[in-house]
């Protein structure tokens, strides 16, 4: 996949010494399309669960990115908290949002990965949630909107030129999963239920909500992660720094510390 986007949004190979402040956070881009040798590399340092996930893949592709984005995963957490990959152990809340296991790191994250790409967002605050999706020109926005979306939404989409539709859909979808997934309650969250901006080239903001208080909580960012994907961030407070680096195998990856 190929990661060419405006020169403002370079995503950028990473430094080896990395820091996090308060207020900043540091959004990951990945290519799941990896070498034979970087998937084993990074199936060794997963867990046996991990393991046992993957290999109910039935595609050998879908266990390979699977592989490479739980591995990438641990890999660059390892580079914040500065322990071994493998040493890395989850908890999942009871929607499924995985969190670090020891109380020792203050770290918050979040994976998403559609067609060939994966996003791993990292910030001081659990309250993280990022989200990828690959925009087909072919897919049923309009139905789906109906089904889930605000009125609002619907409206506003409906207000768009055709040729608009397909990124003002994936706009609004985008922001919306990541904001659930920031909140950690998945879709249990219904998506009618808050309104968020879509019109390719405004700003990303929630608009309306049943707490009014979450308009003015919550930071909604557009990511460029390439051509073809449209990519959201959501963070709980005001976002100071936002950094974006690009994954890169050699001489990156596997230390052990």
Request: glycine share 6%.
């Amino acid at each position: 996949m190929d990661l060419a986007v405006p020169e403002k949004e370079l995503w950028l190979p990473p430094p080896k010494r990395l820091t996090l402040t308060a207020g900043e956070v540091h959004v990951w881009a990945v290519l799941l399309d990896q070498t034979p040798d970087t998937v084993q590399a990074l199936l060794k340092i997963l867990s046996p669960d991990e393991c046992a996930r993957a290999t109910r893949y039935h595609f050998q592709r879908d266990f390979e990115h699977f592989v490479i984005a739980r591995g990438v995963l641990r890999d660059i957490l390892s580079r914040y908290l500065n322990v071994s990959s493998h040493k890395i152990e989850f908890l999942y809340n009871q929607c499924g949002k995985p969190l670090l296991a020891s109380c020792d790191w203050s770290l918050g994250f979040n994976l998403s990965h559609a067609k060939g790409v994966a996003l791993c967002a990292i910030s001081q605050t659990n309250a993280i949630g990022v989200d990828i999706e690959y925009a087909r020109e072919d897919f049923p926005g309009d139905e789906i909107a109906e089904r889930f979306f605000s009125a609002n939404e619907v409206a506003a989409l409906r207000d768009l030129a055709p040729d608009l539709r397909t990124v003002g859909f994936f706009n609004c979808w985008t922001r919306k999963e990541a904001y659930i997934k920031a909140r950690g309650e998945g879709l249990s969250h219904p998506l009618d239920s808050f309104t968020v901006s879509l019109i390719p080239g405004h700003p990303a903001r929630i608009l309306t909500a049943d707490d009014p208080l979450e308009t003015s909580r919550w930071t909604l960012m557009e990511l460029l992660p390439g051509r073809d994907h449209i990519a959201s961030l959501a963070v709980e407070g005001k976002v100071r720094t936002l950094r974006q680096w690009h994954w890169i195998e050699q001489g990156f990856l596997l230390d052990d510390r």
